[in-house]
């Protein structure tokens, strides 16, 4: 069963991954509020896949996703931007990102970005 890291610093957009998700099936997540706390759910329980929110406080998600990067090269991650934040993707992308998603999303949408990353 896929382990899904969840990372966005509004409970509420976390909740609303989590239901987008479970339509596809996936019902194994973890949570974080930002990449301090993203870093610190990686290393202990290895997620197949992280979706990463790129504006959170502490650290964003640009920085935790070149931290998990480079603690496991082969780490899956979407980045999770809302809209005007297309450089912040071109680094992200640059940086290892596999895909991003652009808030507000579409479930079959987030399914199909993940499906696609997780090898479905």
Same mark, same amino acid.
């Given at each position: 069963?896929? &382990?899904?890291?969840?990372?966005?610093?509004? /409970?509420?957009?976390?909740?609303? =991954? &989590?239901? $987008? #998700? &479970?339509?596809?099936?996936?019902?194994?997540?973890?949570?974080?509020?930002?990449?301090?706390?993203?870093?610190?759910?990686?290393?202990?329980?290895?997620?197949?896949?992280?979706?990463?929110?790129?504006?959170? %406080?502490?650290?964003?998600?640009?920085?935790? #996703?070149?931290?998990? &990067? /480079? #603690?496991? %090269?082969?780490?899956? =991650?979407?980045?999770? $931007?809302?809209?005007?934040?297309?450089?912040?993707?071109?680094?992200?992308? +640059?940086?290892? /990102?596999?895909?991003?998603?652009?808030?507000?999303?579409?479930?079959?949408? #987030?399914?199909?970005?993940?499906?696609?990353?997780?090898? +479905?």
């Amino acid at each position: 069963m896929d &382990k899904i890291l969840i990372v966005d610093d509004a /409970a509420f957009m976390r909740m609303m =991954i &989590k239901d $987008s #998700l &479970k339509k596809g099936g996936y019902s194994n997540f973890i949570e974080a509020e930002n990449g301090e706390v993203a870093l610190a759910e990686y290393k202990e329980n290895h997620p197949d896949l992280v979706l990463l929110d790129i504006t959170m %406080p502490v650290m964003d998600g640009i920085q935790a #996703l070149q931290a998990i &990067k /480079a #603690l496991e %090269p082969q780490a899956k =991650i979407i980045m999770c $931007s809302a809209m005007g934040q297309e450089g912040m993707v071109v680094e992200a992308i +640059k940086s290892g /990102a596999l895909d991003f998603i652009v808030k507000p999303f579409k479930a079959d949408r #987030l399914i199909q970005t993940v499906n696609s990353a997780l090898g +479905k």
